[in-house]
C-alpha cells in the first residue's frame, strides 16, 4: 500500500508565500505522474499542477506563472511553490501520485489534504 503525506499548508496575506511537500511511502517501484488537485469550499476538486518522472510540467490556467510544481524522484515526493497568492487560492490541496507497486501493481493514491487559506 502507498500513502502520500502532504505539509506546509497554512494562513498567508494576500501576495505571499507557500510551499507545499508530499512525500510517498510504502512498497513503491516508481511512481509515473505526480499532482496536486485543490477544492474549495462546495466545489469540486480541481487539478492544480501535474509533474511527469521526466519532469513534465502542467499547470491550470489560473496558477500559470505563479506556481510551481517539482519533484525529488529519489526521494518520491513532490512540492508546489505557491507564490503571488490570492483569496481565490483558498481550498484544501491533496496531493496524488500514480504508479507502480512492488506486489501490488498500478495504483492511484491521495492524500489527506492540507489547508491553504489566503486573507488579510
Known amino acids: 500500500q502507498v500513502q502520500l503525506v502532504e505539509s506546509g499548508g497554512g494562513l498567508v496575506q494576500p501576495g505571499g508565500s507557500l510551499r507545499l511537500s508530499c512525500a510517498a511511502s510504502?512498497?513503491?517501484?516508481?511512481?509515473?505522474?505526480m499532482a496536486w488537485y485543490r477544492q474549495a469550499p462546495g466545489k469540486e476538486r480541481d487539478l492544480v499542477a501535474t509533474?511527469?518522472?521526466?519532469?513534465?510540467?502542467y499547470y491550470a490556467d489560473s496558477v500559470k506563472g505563479r506556481f510551481t510544481i517539482s519533484r525529488d524522484n529519489a526521494k518520491n515526493t513532490v512540492s508546489l511553490q505557491m507564490n503571488s497568492l490570492k483569496p481565490e487560492d483558498t481550498a484544501v490541496y491533496y496531493c496524488?501520485?500514480?504508479?507502480?507497486?512492488?506486489?501490488?501493481?498500478?495504483?492511484?493514491?491521495w492524500g489527506q489534504g492540507t489547508q491553504v487559506t489566503v486573507s488579510s
Open positions: 496524488r501520485g500514480d504508479g507502480l507497486g512492488h506486489t501490488s501493481g498500478p495504483f492511484t493514491s
Open positions: 510504502g512498497s513503491i517501484f516508481s511512481i509515473n505522474a
Open positions: 509533474i511527469s518522472s521526466g519532469g513534465r510540467t
